[in-house]
C-alpha cells in the first residue's frame, strides 16, 4: 500500500515562510512527477507547483517567484518552500504523486494539510 504524508503547514504571517513536506512510502517501484495542489473554502483545487522525475518544474503563475518545489528521490519525499506568503495563498495543501507500485501506475494523493496566511 501507497501512503503520501504531509507535513509543514501550520500559520504564518505575511512575507514569513513555511515549507512543506511530503512524503511517499510503501510497494513503490518508481516515481513519476510530484506536485502540490491546493484547495481554498468555495473554491476548486487548484495547481501549485510540479516537478517532473529529472527535475523540471512548472508553476502556477500566483506562486512564480515565491514559492519553490523540489524534491529528494532518495528519501521519496518532495517539499514546497513557501516564501512570502500572501493571505491569498490560504487553503488545504495537498501533496500528489505519479507512482508506479506493485499494482500499476496511478495517481496518489496525500491527506492535505492546512496553510493559513495571517495580515
Known amino acids: 500500500q501507497v501512503q503520501l504524508v504531509e507535513s509543514g503547514g501550520g500559520l504564518v504571517q505575511a512575507g514569513g515562510s513555511l515549507r512543506l513536506s511530503c512524503a511517499v512510502s510503501?510497494?513503490?517501484?518508481?516515481?513519476?512527477?510530484m506536485g502540490w495542489y491546493r484547495q481554498a473554502p468555495g473554491k476548486q483545487r487548484e495547481l501549485v507547483a510540479v516537478i517532473t522525475s529529472v527535475g523540471s518544474t512548472n508553476y502556477a503563475d500566483s506562486v512564480k517567484g515565491r514559492f519553490t518545489i523540489s524534491r529528494a528521490n532518495a528519501k521519496n519525499t518532495v517539499y514546497l518552500q513557501m516564501n512570502s506568503p500572501k493571505p491569498e495563498d490560504t487553503a488545504v495543501y495537498y501533496c500528489?504523486?505519479?507512482?508506479?507500485?506493485?499494482?500499476?501506475?496511478?495517481?496518489?494523493w496525500g491527506q492535505g494539510t492546512q496553510v493559513t496566511v495571517s495580515s
Open positions: 510503501g510497494s513503490i517501484l518508481s516515481i513519476n512527477a
Open positions: 500528489n504523486a505519479h507512482i508506479i507500485a506493485t499494482m500499476g501506475l496511478r495517481d496518489y
